[in-house]
């Protein structure tokens, strides 16, 4: 989580899924961590601004590969790492300055090959409803040329999709 700005303000702190209601999950998520929502968060609507959630869905991405101990560094000593291709983001309900967010993901899709996807569950902590869920295609490529390439056996043994 060191290696970008963007997180810098991040309150994101890893939980265990028991802190949380268990059945409030689409699927049983790999990982999960808990975050406060912040005044500087909220847009002119007095609620979280969507950026905002994409900045979320990256740095428990990041926490869980770490968690797996995949960081950047790691990505770097490898030669490969993980990119983007595609975020889908659906928002539910709205959030506030103090709420108390649980985030979870688990890998959902991965063959292997370059692509693998990635799902989000924000569920509000005070009243367990699911306020944004989504999910990111990640691509796995080699880092000096930033070209797809197949994901290397780390990848594949640390990203196992849930069943």
Not at 82 to 88: I, T
Request: proline share 4%.
């Amino acid at each position: 989580m060191n290696n970008s700005n963007i997180f810098k303000d991040v309150n994101l702190t890893p939980i265990a899924l028991a802190d949380t209601a268990p059945s409030v999950w689409n699927s049983t998520p790999q990982f999960v961590g808990r975050l406060i929502v912040q005044a500087e968060h909220l847009d002119e609507f007095g609620h979280t601004n969507n950026t905002i959630y994409l900045v979320w869905m990256q740095a428990i991405a990041a926490l869980h590969s770490s968690h797996l101990g995949l960081t950047f560094e790691s990505f770097v000593e490898l030669g490969y790492g993980c990119v983007a291709r595609q975020h889908h983001m659906e928002y539910k309900r709205p959030t506030f300055a103090d709420d108390t967010l649980w985030v979870a993901t688990w890998i959902s899709q991965n063959d292997g090959k370059a692509d693998m996807t990635r799902q989000y569950q924000f569920v509000r902590a005070s009243d367990q409803v699911t306020v944004m869920q989504g999910h990111t295609q990640w691509v796995c490529i080699d880092m000096k040329t930033g070209r797809p390439k197949k994901q290397p056996p780390q990848f594949v043994e640390a990203y196992k999709a849930v069943a």
